[in-house]
């Protein structure tokens, strides 16, 4: 359902997309549809993390690599770009259409582009010159290496992003390090681009009548870790230690994990007085691991 609604945005526009939409391209029932979401902006919410969670897995390795901030942001923005020519319905969704999936994704894209923000205010601290740009430059950066970005995807035209590189690096690099390294920036190579290897059966969830979602691996993080300390967590628990804060969102991820024989409540449950407590099944714990193993290679 998340991948028909990805293509039906990036066909038609996230303003224009219904829910009939979604189960007319996925092949699903309505029934399916509402077992797995409150509404359509639950599913546009679910796609958008889906989408975050594979640009971190291609990006976050790619950033973490150099030791200078120049070298970080170019290797994590050649990744970015690389992630958008292979999934450009994909980029579309996450720049374009986001903008109007509605205030659970708007707050969720807020999150990210500040720490997109915090990573590109990290120029101050390599900066030629005696007094940097302030800290609000690293914003206005970041809104025109968007802007750039939203009008190519909004182009229907299959010219590749990476060659934008070169471009990019030296409008980021020019504030804080000055005029040379932003020309040396449009002197380097434009990367190579690497088509999208084909898809294996290495998605842990392909068994089961789910797909693999940034919620999904923080709830199934969450339930390891604190299961971890010994103890079985409440839905309020694992909201707090996933970072969900509501409460009506938290409940329904975690009863659809447990209808899928994911988790399993060793409480009592609140039909009896008593809140859940939550643990993951073999099945579960072979999931969570495995995710675990693929974030870190």
Not at 32 to 46: I, K, Q, S, V, W
């Amino acid at each position: 359902m998340l991948a028909a609604l990805v293509e039906v945005v990036n066909e038609r526009g996230v303003a224009n997309v219904t829910v009939a939409d979604i189960v007319g391209r996925s092949g699903v029932s309505r029934r399916t549809f509402y077992e797995m979401f409150d509404d359509r902006e639950d599913c546009l919410l679910a796609a958008f993390e889906d989408a975050l969670h594979r640009i971190a897995v291609v990006v976050i390795p790619a950033y973490a690599q150099p030791v200078k901030w120049q070298e970080k942001i170019r290797a994590g923005l050649t990744a970015f770009l690389g992630f958008l020519d292979n999934e450009r319905a994909t980029g579309r969704l996450v720049i374009v259409e986001s903008a109007g999936a509605g205030n659970h994704v708007l707050e969720r894209r807020e999150r990210v582009l500040e720490r997109t923000i915090t990573a590109i205010d990290q120029g101050r601290t390599e900066a030629k010159h005696k007094d940097p740009p302030p800290p609000v430059a690293a914003e206005g950066i970041l809104g025109g290496v968007l802007s750039i970005l939203h009008t190519r995807l909004s182009q229907d035209t299959n010219t590749p992003l990476l060659e934008l590189t070169g471009p990019l690096m030296s409008m980021i690099v020019l504030p804080y390090l000055g005029p040379a390294a932003a020309r040396k920036e449009l002197q380097r190579p434009t990367p190579q681009h690497h088509p999208k290897p084909p898809q294996g059966p290495s998605d842990p969830l392909r068994d089961i009548e789910m797909r693999l979602t940034y919620r999904t691996v923080r709830v199934l993080t969450a339930i390891a870790e604190l299961g971890g300390r010994g103890s079985y967590p409440s839905n309020r628990q694992v909201g707090e230690a996933s970072g969900m804060q509501d409460q009506g969102q938290i409940s329904k991820l975690l009863a659809r994990l447990h209808r899928l024989g994911l988790i399993h409540n060793t409480g009592i449950g609140p039909t009896k007085g008593a809140p859940n407590a939550w643990t993951l099944t073999p099945t579960g714990n072979h999931i969570q691991q495995t995710i675990q193993q693929q974030t870190h290679k």
